[in-house]
Nanobody, 120 residues
Framework: QVQLVESGGGLVQPGGSLRLSCAAS???????MGWYRRPPGKERELVAV???????NYVDSVKGRFTISGDNAQKTVFLQMNSLKPEDTAVYYC???????????????WGQGTLVTVSS
């Protein structure tokens, strides 16, 4: 089964930076990798996504501050977060979509979540 392991969360001051990492295990082909977040008391939202072709998309609130990147061969995705704001505080979840080798069974895998707290 495909599994994802996240790292990089923590406590940071407003205006600071963090980089989240997510590594996937398993034999499968990637269609897209992304990051979601769930702020306290709110619903999950898509933060950023990158396709296997390299195109990216961001939620409006993080444009110009966050950068998503990935390595399809290494099955790893990163989220560089700059100029962090208190409203960025959330549990961040890595997500990878693709298909398994040979069987073409869809893959929709999630990381365990990593907490990002932006506070002075």
């Amino acid at each position: 089964q495909v599994q994802l392991v996240e790292s990089g969360g923590g406590l940071v001051q407003p205006g600071g930076s963090l980089r989240l990492s997510c590594a996937a295990s398993g034999i499968f082909s990637i269609n897209a990798m992304g990051w979601y977040r769930r702020p306290p008391g709110k619903e999950r939202e898509l933060v950023a996504v990158i396709t296997s072709g390299g195109s990216t998309n961001y939620v409006d609130s993080v444009k110009g501050r966050f950068t998503i990147s990935g390595d399809n061969a290494q099955k790893t995705v990163f989220l560089q977060m700059n100029s962090l704001k208190p409203e960025d505080t959330a549990v961040y979840y890595c997500n990878v979509k693709g298909v398994k080798a040979w069987t073409k069974i869809p893959v929709d895998a999630w990381g365990q979540g990593t907490l990002v707290t932006v506070s002075s």
